[in-house]
């Protein structure tokens, strides 16, 4: 049918279905391709089984140049498709069918953000090639994720109004998500979690760096859940009550809500708790990597995200680890009725802790790279957005926002008053649950990573003096001296019997 559609859907797997749907929901016309014949008719019949309309609000199409023929102009195009090749495949299949200059294709995977530049620089011309990162999981997609947009600003001028429409919506006024749960449900009230970040590539980057800090955030979890149960012996489910406290206080996240959900759970096959039953061994798909090789490129810490990456990689060497459990020495793990109270409510203020230290680091790197981009990254906006939707969505964010509304140019989220201070009040606490993790033997590499960024920020001087002297000595690296302008580098001639100071820039 000519002119059905408002915007055209490839890809009908788990996220381009749910979005397909939630397009549709929000009383937009969607034309839907997909490889396997029968997504598309699930898609078809799950749009008319659930979607209240009079008529056919999502049609399938068997061919690309089917696909084309039925969008209106400019043509508005959303693939869901796996990073890399097939992203170009699909592109290079709209070219063979037919599409023109100023139609729009929006990349919603989690494709690497130089990638994105590169293809908006190669498809020039032939299309506009712009990027929508999607962050919400399956769930977000069907009933509103947060969406991080970048590319052409005009091309954005026409993909707005679906894509406020279809994002998470937060109250205006106490930042909380107001979700639906229904399909059909509108939220027309509240702001859209979605934004204009950037040029080509800086949405990707954004979203790169939220599933940095989604790794870090998981694994802060996860070390917690570890000190209660190995450390202190509690069960499962009195873990889900810890968790759950928690979460009506400063903790309140998405991520922790699950975390209890998934300690409540039974195994439908033993009736044992089923995180008992759940192998020990992490995946991944490259992000949270990208995220810590980024880090390492700009020279931008970032340890528990990068220990976080580290610690998925250390569960997938289970055989490993069942050797040399039974090789290597360690304590016998004693915390006394005393230190037991302590740790649970001091475990409270080192999560938090720890959480704000693994976002400050996610927000300097962004940060930094914008800077090296020239993209004017608007933070405030960027924390706003992840308020709901998003797998970090978190209440805490609503602080974020309101610091880099107060102060746009923080160079450390740590800059701010009510962060430092918060970390400065609690930091006893944090730093006594690291202390009895390691005397009892039980790896916290990011709640002590997070101290020891912490410690390093606050420290007026490392010990990288020692380091640039050692550099000098064996390499002629150079330095620069306390006492002289910065900027000026000095070498000493150590292999010389009388060794004299040059100066050499």
């Known amino acids: 049918m000519k002119n059905f559609a408002d915007i055209g859907v490839i890809g009908l797997g788990v996220m381009g279905k749910n979005l397909a749907l939630n397009i549709v929901d929000n009383g937009y016309k969607v034309a839907a391709f997909d490889l396997d014949a029968e997504k598309v008719s699930a898609a078809e019949q799950q749009a008319l089984n659930e979607v209240p309309a009079r008529e056919q609000m999502l049609q399938g199409h068997d061919s690309m140049q089917g696909l084309l023929q039925s969008l209106s102009k400019p043509r508005l195009l959303l693939l869901s498709v796996p990073a890399g090749k097939p992203v170009d495949g699909v592109c290079q299949a709209l070219i063979e069918a037919g599409i023109e200059a100023d139609d729009i294709v929006i990349d919603t995977g989690n494709s690497l953000w130089t990638d994105t530049i590169a293809r908006e620089q190669h498809y020039r011309g032939q299309f506009v090639f712009f990027s929508s990162a999607v962050s919400g999981g399956e769930v977000g997609a069907r009933f509103g994720p947060s969406l991080m947009p970048s590319g052409d600003r005009a091309a954005w001028d026409h993909i707005a109004p679906i894509w406020q429409a279809i994002a998470a919506k937060v109250d205006s006024h106490s930042g909380q998500p107001l979700e639906r749960s229904q399909p059909g449900e509108i939220n027309t009230a509240g702001e859209p979690c979605t934004t204009y970040i950037g040029p080509a590539g800086s949405g990707h980057y954004v979203k ?51 975390s209890a959900e998934v300690l409540r759970q039974h195994d439908p096959l033993t009736g044992k708790p089923l995180v008992s039953m759940i192998l020990d061994k992490a995946g991944q798909k490259g992000t949270g990597l990208w995220t810590a090789v980024s880090s390492l490129q700009m020279g931008c810490p970032a340890p528990t995200i990068a220990e976080a990456v580290y610690a998925r990689a250390m569960s997938t060497q289970k055989g ?33 802790c720890a959480k704000v230290s693994a976002y400050a680091q996610g927000f300097q790197l962004m940060a930094m790279t914008a800077k090296e981009q020239g ?15 998003c797998i970090i969505r978190a209440g805490f964010l609503q602080t974020i926002t309101d610091a880099y509304h107060a102060a746009p140019a923080l160079d450390n989220l740590l800059q701010d008053k009510h962060f430092a201070d918060a970390l400065s009040q609690q930091q006893p606490k944090w730093r006594k649950v690291v202390a009895v993790a390691v005397l009892n033997g039980i790896s916290v590499p990011c709640i002590s990573s997070a101290l020891a960024y912490y410690d390093g920020f606050r420290t007026k001087v490392l010990p990288a003096n020692l380091l640039q002297g050692q550099r000098d000595f064996f390499g002629a690296h150079t330095f620069e001296r306390t006492d002289k302008p910065t900027g000026e580098k000095y070498h000493l001639n150590w292999s010389l019997p009388q060794r004299s100071l040059i100066k050499v820039g």
């Not at 989604?214 to 917690?224: G, R, T």
């Not at 706003?384 to 939707?389: K, L, Q």
């Open 375 to 389: 993209w004017q990254l608007d933070f405030a906006a960027i924390a706003r957005i992840w308020r709901a939707g």
């Open 208 to 258: 790169m760096v939220h599933n940095g800090i989604e790794y870090a955030d998981m694994q802060l979890i996860c070390e917690a859940y570890q000190i209660l149960h190995q450390g202190l012996g509690l069960a499962e489910n009195e873990i889900a009550a810890v968790f759950e406290r928690w979460n009506q206080g400063e903790l309140n996240s998405y991520l922790m809500e699950i």
């Open 320 to 352: 490993l680890r069942m050797q040399l459990s039974g090789q290597l020495a360690g304590p016998e793990i004693q915390v006394d009725d005393v230190t037991r109270s302590e740790l649970i409510d001091g475990l409270e203020a080192a999560l938090y």
